[in-house]
């Protein structure tokens, strides 16, 4: 299957920084690449869509100013959470979708907020 | 109707045992079925995934049961190991919206 990465797996960071998660697809071009939250023993929870050269089409309750998405190329997407507080701390996995339906997660990243 | 139902939540099955996952749905613009295994700390990895006009599929020890008419579908892992011990999550495609809907999970535990 595809390869999706993400940069980095695990950061930790002060209240009131902004960190910024890398989410690349490696040996194919994807169109669309999504973002996902994941709480613990919980499924995961779509934050964004992200389509190369537009803007981001958040799901509903997602705080597009907090959570900046940005598709600059068909193999990178990058999340910046601004001003992280401890409520954002969690799992934060991005996938690349390859035509036609077919899905690829990163192996995600843990963000602690202290 | 933008629900997948999954069940059971927990699941413990004895080593060489036959582990079942169901799923149902509602929405008719679900066309495409993935199953996902995800272990602890690691982004949730394809297991294999069908198509509503194919009824089964099956790749090694994993396959996925379709039913059409009555909208559910399930895995079924043949000869459960304990390195199959994990969450899996099944998921919909939905072709209306262009994203995946994905059940709640579900703890497989295989007992050596």
């Known amino acids: 299957g595809a390869v999706v990465s993400q940069h980095p797996s695990w950061v930790i960071c002060k209240s009131g920084t902004s960190v910024k998660i890398e989410c690349r697809s490696l040996?194919?071009?994807?169109?669309?690449m999504f973002w996902y939250r994941q709480f613990p023993k919980q499924s995961l929870m779509l934050m964004a869509t992200s389509n190369e050269g537009s803007k981001a089409t958040y799901e509903q309750g997602v705080e597009k100013d907090k959570f900046l998405i940005n598709h600059a190329s068909l193999t990178l997407s990058t999340l910046t959470v601004t001003s992280a507080h401890p409520e954002d701390s969690s799992f934060y996995i991005c996938s690349a979708r390859d035509d036609p339906e077919e899905q690829f997660f990163g192996p995600g990243t843990r963000l602690t907020v202290l | 109707q933008q629900q997948v139902k999954q069940s059971p939540q927990s699941l413990i099955v004895q080593k060489g045992g036959i582990s079942i996952i169901n799923c149902a749905y509602e929405?008719?613009?679900?066309?495409?079925f993935p199953w996902y295994q995800q272990f602890p700390g690691k982004g949730p990895a394809l297991l294999i995934a069908?198509?509503?006009?194919?009824s089964e599929k099956k790749e090694g020890r994993f396959t996925i049961s379709f039913n059409k008419s009555a909208k559910q579908f399930s895995l079924h892992i043949m000869d459960s190991q304990p390195g199959d011990s994990a969450t899996y999550f099944c998921a919909a495609w939905d072709s209306g919206t262009y994203k995946y809907i994905f059940g709640t999970g579900t703890r497989l535990k295989v007992l050596a």
């Open positions: 929405n008719t613009a679900f066309d495409y």
């Open positions: 069908i198509r509503p006009d194919v």
């Open positions: 040996d194919f071009q994807a169109t669309t």
